[in-house]
Antibody
Framework: EVQLVESGGGLVQPGGSLRLSCAASGFTFSSYEMNWVRQAPGEGLEWVSYISTSGSTIYYADSVKGRFTISRDNAKNSLFLQMNSLRAEDAAVYYC????????????WGQGTLVTVSS | AIRMTQSPSSFSASTGDRVTITCRASQFISSYLAWYQQKPGKAPNLLIYAASTLQSGVPSRFSGSGSGTDFSLTISCLQSEDFATYYCQQYYTYPLTFGGGTKVEIK
């Protein structure tokens, strides 16, 4: 069974940093492209970042470019999101999401981890 | 970025109804369109990709159509478990973008 388990969320002050992690199991992690998708409270879904299987190709949403860094450790079946210079508008549930093997859709999601940005 | 516009943003329906949600892209996306269902407090669940291909395990009462810029999701006979919020997503190009969501509520 595919499992994605996020961790690392919490309360942080504006301007602060957090590092989110996503532990993957039940599939060959190194063979799948991965993403982070977020959802602000009561709002819709927003794609945040993409990383290829090897980590050689990375994309970011304009809203986080230059502040967030996605990475992965295939040996540890883990995906990460380093978030710096956090703003109030970054507050959201952050989901780790796997790309389908054949199309650029999200076929498996974690349960999400909540990031709150407040002083 | 490609803007995805869903309509309506919410509506009420009864069990057994046939319902349709529409999604319009701000530019051509061919058939690179997916639909997701999200229930409160849960992660989204992929229903349809390539505009009309049903994801494995998704009930056949769900169907998708469209290409180019105009798409729709139809639920042929609404069941109690279908009351949720639905999102479209384009994957024609990065940044990947979602529609604003359509909440289907019980009448």
């Amino acid at each position: 069974e595919v499992q994605l388990v996020e961790s690392g969320g919490g309360l942080v002050q504006p301007g602060g940093s957090l590092r989110l992690s996503c532990a993957a199991s039940g599939f060959t992690f190194s063979s799948y492209e991965m993403n982070w998708v977020r959802q602000a409270p009561g709002e819709g879904l927003e794609w945040v970042s993409y990383i290829s299987t090897s980590g050689s190709t990375i994309y970011y949403a304009d809203s986080v470019k230059g502040r967030f860094t996605i990475s992965r450790d295939n040996a540890k079946n883990s995906l990460f999101l380093q978030m710096n210079s956090l703003r109030a508008e970054d507050a959201a549930v952050y989901y780790c999401a796997r790309h389908s093997a054949t199309v650029t859709t999200f076929d498996s999601w974690g349960q999400g981890t909540l990031v709150t940005v407040s002083s | 970025a490609i803007r995805m516009t869903q309509s309506p943003s919410s509506f009420s329906a009864s069990t057994g109804d046939r319902v349709t949600i529409t999604c319009r892209a701000s530019q051509f996306i061919s058939s690179y369109l997916a639909w997701y269902q999200q229930k409160p407090g849960k992660a989204p669940n992929l229903l349809i990709y390539a505009a009309s291909t049903l994801q494995s395990g998704v009930p056949s009462r769900f169907s998708g159509s469209g290409s180019g810029t105009d798409f729709s999701l139809t639920i042929s006979c609404l069941q109690s478990e279908d009351f949720a919020t639905y999102y479209c997503q384009q994957y024609y190009t990065y940044p990947l973008t979602f529609g604003g969501g359509t909440k289907v509520e019980i009448k």
